[in-house]
């Protein structure tokens, strides 16, 4: 959304860097003729956003005088709108090219190339074509914001508030300086910050879409529900087409358990975005929730035809067969989502309660001891893996295990420890063991959303 003033800077119409003789000429132009025809007629088609007609028009313009300087910065100007970057570039290379000896286009025309780059996701090459523009104009706000948002992208949020906070000591009003060090601030966890700069950004531009977003998903985090829901509707009024205020209704009301709310904005969410993997994973999730199986399975593989990898619902599923006690069914989905996310810690654990419930004991090990690997505190994991070693007549390592519970979770320790033995534990050493058979199945992680 509106990240940053992303439009290509322009000359006013009294402004020109051009030392074109007609330059001061007004006179409407019935029939173009000359290369200053043929640019005040593309002018006049930019003012009425007729972008296409306006490129076309400066384009006749340099083919009959190639070196008019104000026809080639209008053209990129224009192609940008066009969103014909490749072009864009070309033209304000030529403009600098041609700016020889002044710097009216240059720091713009540099600044135009990095926005080009930047829009084609090249963020290396944006980079220095932005602090080229910023070289010859030190105070280019537009310019600063860009450069501390290519450090954003690359998480490197020290040096994006470098330069956002240069863009705030220049213009302490730039919206998008505020609201792009509020993003860096959120990312990490630092959300009393993060929430005062947003608040700043709407101070600036009440309508600001995201600042009130954002605003609303760090109260959502909060789970301070009431502010959150005024914030993200205020966001949601601003632009009906914007998904993530939607979405983020959605769950604010799942949280919530209102279900019947929650699905009214997880299914407009997919309205306005048919491709919206996981508002459909919400719709099972709410559909899971009451335990109505087969809706929430045919949410779960819409997901899955949105994004085949989508672990979530891959995840979602073997949870609800394990639920049903198809454990052959709930192994195919949990081993499926591993491939998209092979450290995927209650994917494991899960995975290893039903191969424990098929009797396939070395399996189960080896998914208890991966999420015991992956969260050395899960002690679900670590109760299950105790238990096997049991079963499978390995008591030196079963006993090590109930000795690593102790430190871990003493509780789980001690129904470990009874469940092979019969027997209380104590704080003193732990006896031998003889065998018993299979304990009964705990719970399994929760949903993934």
Not at 27 to 32: F, H, L, R, T, V
Not at 213 to 242: C, F, M, R, V
């Amino acid at each position: 959304m509106d990240e940053f003033s992303g439009n290509p800077w322009r000359a006013n119409p009294d402004q020109s860097g051009s030392s074109d003789p007609f330059k001061n000429n007004t006179k409407e132009i019935a029939e173009p003729k000359t290369a200053k025809s043929y640019f005040d007629l593309a002018k006049k088609a930019e003012e009425n956003r007729r972008f296409q007609e306006a490129a076309d028009l400066a384009r006749k313009a340099v083919e009959l005088d190639p070196a008019f300087l104000d026809a080639w910065f209008t053209m990129g100007c224009n192609l940008i709108d066009l969103k014909q970057y490749d072009e864009g570039i070309r033209a304000f290379l030529k403009t600098i090219e041609l700016e020889k000896d002044a710097d009216f286009y240059k720091p713009h025309s540099y600044y135009n190339i990095g926005l080009c780059y930047y829009n084609l996701y090249k963020y290396d090459e944006a980079l220095p074509y932005f602090e080229s523009s910023v070289q010859i104009k030190p105070d280019y706000v537009p310019a600063l914001n860009y450069i501390g948002l290519i450090y954003y992208v690359k998480k490197d949020y020290a040096g994006a508030m470098s330069y956002l906070n240069k863009c705030i000591q220049y213009d302490p009003q730039y919206v998008y300086a505020h609201y792009n060090l509020g993003r860096c601030y959120y990312y990490q966890y630092e959300d009393d910050k993060a929430l005062e700069s947003f608040t700043k950004a709407q101070q600036s531009k009440p309508d600001h879409v995201d600042s009130n977003y954002y605003a609303g998903l760090i109260y959502l985090n909060k789970k301070l529900y009431p502010t959150a829901l005024g914030y993200l509707e205020k966001a949601h009024s601003l632009d009906p087409q914007y998904t993530p205020p939607v979405y983020n209704l959605g769950i604010l009301y799942y949280e919530q358990k209102q279900y019947a709310k929650a699905m009214e904005y997880f299914q407009k969410t997919m309205s306005v975005d048919p491709k919206h993997a996981d508002a459909a994973n919400y719709i099972g999730l709410v559909y899971h929730d009451q335990k109505m199986w087969t809706q929430a399975v045919e949410a779960y593989q819409r997901t899955l035809a949105i994004d085949p990898e989508y672990k979530y619902a891959l995840y979602n599923l073997g949870l609800i067969y394990y639920e049903q006690k198809d454990y052959q069914a709930a192994v195919k989905f949990y081993e499926q989502c591993l491939q998209s996310d092979p450290e995927y810690v209650s994917c494991h654990y899960n995975l290893g309660l039903a191969y424990h419930w098929l009797d396939q004991r070395q399996a189960a090990l080896n998914h208890f001891e991966e999420a015991c690997r992956l969260k050395k505190n899960h002690f679900n994991a670590h109760y299950y893996r105790g238990l096997l070693y049991n079963i499978m007549g390995f008591h030196d390592k079963t006993m090590q295990v109930v000795a690593e519970l102790k430190t871990l979770d003493y509780p789980t320790a001690k129904d470990l420890y009874k469940e092979i033995t019969g027997k209380e534990l104590t704080d003193g050493d732990v006896p031998p063991v003889t065998p018993l058979q299979k304990g009964t199945s705990g719970p399994p992680s929760q949903r993934g959303h």
